[in-house]
């Protein structure tokens, strides 16, 4: 179960074919065709970050993105929020101390770095630990303040995102082969997932149900803060025969991961509605995956509706292309005749109508300002789709 952080080693089978790759188009200055941004805020960040399609072959990294994100449904409850980048940091570089509440629920850090012969000191994900030092403490430092993970090669580190790290400054070499290489990006919760004969549409429906029905009851317990994830093994006849804790980063903001009461009650009252859902009645068993925000977030879809005065079949085939491109989104679509099915991040659809461009989504297990970031970036590529696409 996924709590404060967790380590994965060994996490891709084909980590030395990525190592490779990754060697291979950057080993000759004059044949490099990597596009790097080199990313730099005086005093906060200083590193090279590129999208991982410039370096690995397309087959490979597909492969590690379906692993990648089959293993943190299953393992966590979450899905990666689109692409993550490949950060390359070299001397000098250095990620100051900074939190992700915005970006994710987790944070995470695949690493591609040769550490065990490296050549370079610094580079480790630093971990702020939960407390604030008190000044009676006299001679605190070190790791008494901070945990420091090192970045072992094909390493898959997960963190709380709104834990407080960073990466302490690279002191050694600047060849792009012997600097800290990583894949970074973010997770948060999905619509529920089903394996299984149970209708997905169906059990999404008792699931929301079941997010509202939380609203009073959970409602004493203000102070804490977080998401649990969990896996619900639903009968044939819809009962639910046993709940799963995926990932549990219930906290206040006073005790952080301490044991707290307020807390332990918040967490049973949750998985006690859980395991008292009922689902339809199916042709087997399932496997349902949802996930709680604490404070329960808003619960209403998410409803975007753009004119437009093109023509549905070129706007059709300019969406096509658009959503194939659109990792920023981290859109996964299926096209079901005149409109597109979106699996991630989000269930729902984005239909071409005559007049406008409609999309839905479920209502999101999100911080608002997560909410608020899609909908933004959702507006404005609609937007331009209706303007330039038709």
């Not at 492969?63 to 299953?74: A, E, G, S, T």
Request: charge should be neutral.
């Amino acid at each position: 179960m996924m709590k404060r952080q967790h380590v994965v080693s060994d996490f891709f089978p084909e980590a030395e074919a990525m190592r490779t790759a990754y060697d291979g188009k950057v080993k000759n200055a004059y044949r490099q065709t990597v596009h790097w941004q080199y990313f730099c805020e005086p005093q906060m960040y200083t590193y090279l970050r590129t999208v991982p399609q410039q370096v690995f072959p397309e087959a490979l990294w597909a492969r590690f993105d379906q692993h990648l994100r089959q293993w943190c449904i299953d393992h966590v409850g979450l899905i990666p929020t689109g692409a993550p980048n490949l950060h390359l940091m070299v001397n000098g570089c250095t990620l100051g101390l900074h939190s992700d509440f915005h970006n994710g629920t987790c944070g995470f850090v695949y690493s591609l770095t040769r550490w065990q012969t490296r050549k370079f000191s610094g580079g480790e994900t630093l971990l702020m630990r939960d407390g604030v030092p008190s000044y009676k403490k006299h001679h605190v430092q070190g790791e008494v303040l901070y945990e420091l993970v090192p970045a072992q090669f094909n390493q898959l580190l997960l963190f709380d995102d709104r834990i407080v790290h960073g990466t302490p400054t690279i002191e050694g070499s600047m060849d792009p082969l012997e600097g800290r290489i990583a894949l970074v990006g973010h997770l948060r919760a999905t619509s529920p997932v089903v394996n299984g004969p149970l209708d997905a549409a169906a059990a999404r429906k008792v699931v929301f149900e079941f997010h509202r029905s939380l609203a009073e009851p959970i409602r004493p317990f203000k102070e804490v803060q977080g998401v649990m994830s969990f896996r619900m093994a639903v009968a044939a006849d819809g009962g639910v025969a046993s709940v799963d804790v995926l990932t549990d980063n219930f906290v206040t903001a006073q005790s952080g991961y301490e044991a707290n009461d307020e807390v332990a009650a918040a967490r049973a009252l949750v998985l006690d509605v859980a395991a008292r859902l009922r689902f339809p009645d199916a042709g087997g068993p399932s496997k349902v995956i949802a996930a709680v925000l604490l404070p329960l977030p808003d619960l209403w879809p998410i409803e975007i509706s753009i004119p437009h005065a093109g023509r549905p079949a070129r706007l059709q085939e300019s969406l096509k292309a658009q959503l194939k491109e659109g990792e920023a989104l981290g859109f996964r679509v299926d096209v079901q005749g005149d409109s597109f099915a979106v699996r991630e991040p989000l269930a729902g659809t984005i239909r071409i109508e005559s007049k406008r461009i409609v999309a839905s989504f479920d209502p999101p297990m999100w911080v608002p300002s997560q909410r608020e970031q899609f909908q933004a970036g959702l507006n404005e590529k609609l937007g331009m789709l209706a303007r330039y696409g038709g």
